[in-house]
C-alpha cells in the first residue's frame, strides 16, 4: 500500500486565471525549502470543511527546479465532488493546507524529441514537463486544445521561452480542432507521445496510436477524474468481519463499506491515483479502473484499488 507522507503549507498568492481556473502557490509556513519534484508529478491536498473531507489530486505546474513554492491550477468543475469548489470558494491566501509529498505518475521518458497534448487544464503537467524538457536539452511540441473564446488559460506564460514557438493551440469555440490522427501519423519514430485532458481525448490518442502501431511504451495517459466507476451490482464479503454487502451498480465499493461502516479504509485520493486504498483480492476477479496498478498487476488479480475498481463477475472476497 501507498505511504503519503504529508505535511502543511501556506497557499502564498491565488490568481485567477480564467472565471473558472485559479492558480494557487504553496509555500512552507518557515520559507523553506519543498521536497524536490520532476515534471509530471502531483500531489494531493486534504481539505476538511467540517464534518466532509476532501482530497484531490493536481498537478505540480511550475518550473522543477524551483524548491521555495509549489504551483497547482484548478478548475472549478460544474459537478465537483466538493474538492474544487472547496478551493475556489473557501481558500484565502494565507490560509494553510495539507498536501502530500509529490508523486509522479507521468514522468517524462529518456527520448530526443516528446509530443504534448494537452486538454483543458490538462496543460498543467506540461507547464512543468516544458521546463524540465528544456534544461535536458530534448525536443518538444505542446499541442494544446481548450474551449474558452478568450484566449488560453496559462496563454501568457506559454508565450515566454521555453514554450513560444512550441506551442500550437486549437480553440474549440472558433471551430479549430487537433487532428490527432494526423498529428500521430507524422510523429517522429522515436518520439514519445503524452496525453493529459478529458477522456474522449485521451481515448482517441490511444486508439489512433494503436491503429498506427505506435507502441505503448511510447504513449503515456494522465487522467485525475475517473469518469465511470458504475456497473452491474456485485455481493462483496469483507473476510476478517465476515460481512457481505451489496455494491450497487452506481456505488463504489468504498462507498458501500463506508456507507455500512463495515470497515475502516485508507483512502486519499479517491480517484485511483494514490494506492492507499490498495485492498488484497482473496476470492473473484477485479474489473480494474485505477491509473496506479501497473499492467502487471492487474493481470496478477492479487490486488485492486477499492475507490473505483468493481467485480468482474458477481462476486468479490477482500481482505478486509
Ligand atoms: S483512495 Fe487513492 S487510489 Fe483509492
Not at 482473496?282 to 492479487?302: F, I, N, T, V
Amino acid at each position: 500500500m501507498a505511504d503519503y507522507p504529508m505535511f502543511s503549507v501556506i497557499v502564498s498568492q491565488i490568481d485567477r486565471i480564467t472565471p473558472d481556473i485559479r492558480r494557487f502557490t504553496l509555500t512552507r509556513p518557515d520559507g523553506g525549502t519543498l521536497p524536490a519534484f520532476t515534471g509530471g508529478s502531483h500531489i494531493i491536498v486534504q481539505m476538511a470543511q467540517g464534518e466532509q473531507q476532501y482530497s484531490n489530486a493536481y498537478s505540480l505546474m511550475n518550473d522543477p527546479a524551483e524548491r521555495h513554492h509549489y504551483q497547482i491550477g484548478v478548475r472549478l468543475e460544474p459537478d465537483s465532488r466538493g474538492g474544487s469548489r472547496f478551493m475556489h470558494q473557501q481558500v484565502k491566501t494565507g490560509d494553510s493546507l495539507l498536501i502530500s509529498a509529490p508523486n509522479n505518475m507521468f514522468a517524462l521518458a529518456e527520448a530526443p524529441r516528446h509530443v504534448l497534448i494537452a486538454g483543458g487544464i490538462g496543460i498543467t503537467p506540461f507547464i512543468a514537463h516544458g521546463y524540465e524538457l528544456a534544461r535536458r536539452g530534448q525536443a518538444f511540441d505542446l499541442h494544446y486544445s481548450y474551449r474558452d473564446e478568450a484566449g488560453a488559460p496559462f496563454g501568457d506564460l506559454l508565450a515566454q521561452p521555453p514554450f513560444s514557438s512550441r506551442v500550437q493551440e486549437y480553440r474549440s469555440a472558433r471551430g479549430e480542432r487537433l487532428d490527432v490522427r494526423r498529428l500521430l501519423a507524422d510523429v517522429d519514430p522515436q518520439a514519445h507521445i503524452y496525453c493529459c485532458g478529458p477522456a474522449t481525448l485521451s481515448e482517441e490518442v490511444q486508439q489512433c496510436a494503436a491503429a498506427l502501431g505506435i507502441a505503448p511504451s511510447r504513449v503515456h495517459i494522465e487522467q485525475f477524474a475517473i469518469e465511470n466507476k458504475s456497473g452491474a451490482a456485485f455481493t462483496l464479503v469483507l473476510a476478517r468481519s465476515g460481512t457481505t454487502l451489496t455494491v450497487a451498480p452506481d456505488m463504489t465499493i468504498l462507498q458501500a463499506i463506508e456507507h455500512a461502516k463495515a470497515a475502516q479504509v485508507e483512502c486519499l485520493c479517491r480517484e485511483g491515483i494514490c494506492g492507499t486504498c490498495e485492498t488484497a483480492i482473496l476470492e473473484g476477479e477485479a474489473d480494474h479502473r485505477d491509473q496506479y496498478l501497473s499492467e502487471e498487476e492487474r493481470a496478477a488479480q492479487k490486488t485492486l484499488l477499492i475507490c473505483c475498481s468493481r467485480a468482474k463477475g458477481d462476486k468479490l472476497i477482500l481482505d478486509l
